[in-house]
């Protein structure tokens, strides 16, 4: 199921170079392509940023991508072709930015609200224990009783 | 205290959006400022038997300027560089991006010239090696070859007086 699907995006991407006017050198490695693709789904496009490099038919993408099947032709890692194009690009290619200080809230931030959350609920409901049950007195309870009774009866 | 917290809600996030949403998302900060220029050796458009590295306009400070003729917004940028190369306070060397030659030249030949030298990169491959994104970007960089500036986008009297002005101040340019 995994493979048919992988095979049909890469058709689709194939026949998508093929509109980009791009020359399809490598359709004969398939491995490449797909550990391409594969990294290529992680990467920003900067021209349409809200598409991957994988899925992107913008000119850049197109070269991007070619850069990165030829660097892994050359036999260089997955990490070493993210440097290549965090070096040239920025972090800003990355999908998934890494860990470092600038990005300490964007990572820490969910854990953040749901400790502040967390603080909020623990208050509230500790709020809730302390409120005493209202005290009423027994006469003013059997007026109520009364009047309620007369109520029902009108009715 | 308790009737202000909606107020108080309401304030910080008006204070992340203002600041959000006034950010321009299409500027890609460039991890290249204050890196030195990338090498290459590629051919002169007009000489295409020489070569032009970076390394050539060591002791100046230059201007790097990547074009093409296919692009519209360097068509916006054009009669600002060539005022620019008019006033000759520093060479302005352009890089023809992705394009055909004659284009390239039947465009400069028409619009003008303001480059002092123009080298092609039909393949783009330095435009990838200097992370260009957008046609036209302008690399400010400076006479031991560092890198100190870059615009993406058309460079305006605007983003001059701004942005290129104050660095060449320092660099006594």
Sequence with gaps: ???????????????????????????????????????????????????????????????????????????????????YLTNRYGDFVLYKPPFKPVTFLLWLGPALFLAVGGVIWFFTLRRRRNLATPQISEAARQQAAKLLAEEEDKQ | MKRFIPFIVFAVLATFFYVGLSRNPREVPSPFIGKPAPAFAQPQLFEPAKTFSPKDMQGQVWLFNVWASWCVSCRDEHPYLVELAKAKRLPIVGLNYKDKPEEAKAWLAQLGNPYSLAVVDPEGRVGI?????GVPETYLIDRAGVIRYKQTGPVTPQVWQEKFEPLLKELGV
């Design chain 1, 1 to 83: 199921m995994t493979m048919r699907f992988s095979s049909i995006v890469f058709c689709a991407l194939l026949s998508c170079q093929a509109f980009a006017g791009e020359a399809v050198p490598n359709a004969e490695d398939p491995v490449i392509e797909q550990r391409m693709n594969k990294l290529a789904e992680d990467l920003r496009c900067l021209v349409c940023q809200n598409e991957s490099l994988a899925g992107s038919r913008a000119d850049l993408a197109a070269d991007l991508r070619r850069e990165i099947r030829e660097q892994m032709h050359a036999g260089k890692s997955d990490k070493e072709v993210v440097a």
């Design chain 2, 129 to 133: 090696d200097y992370g260009v994104y």
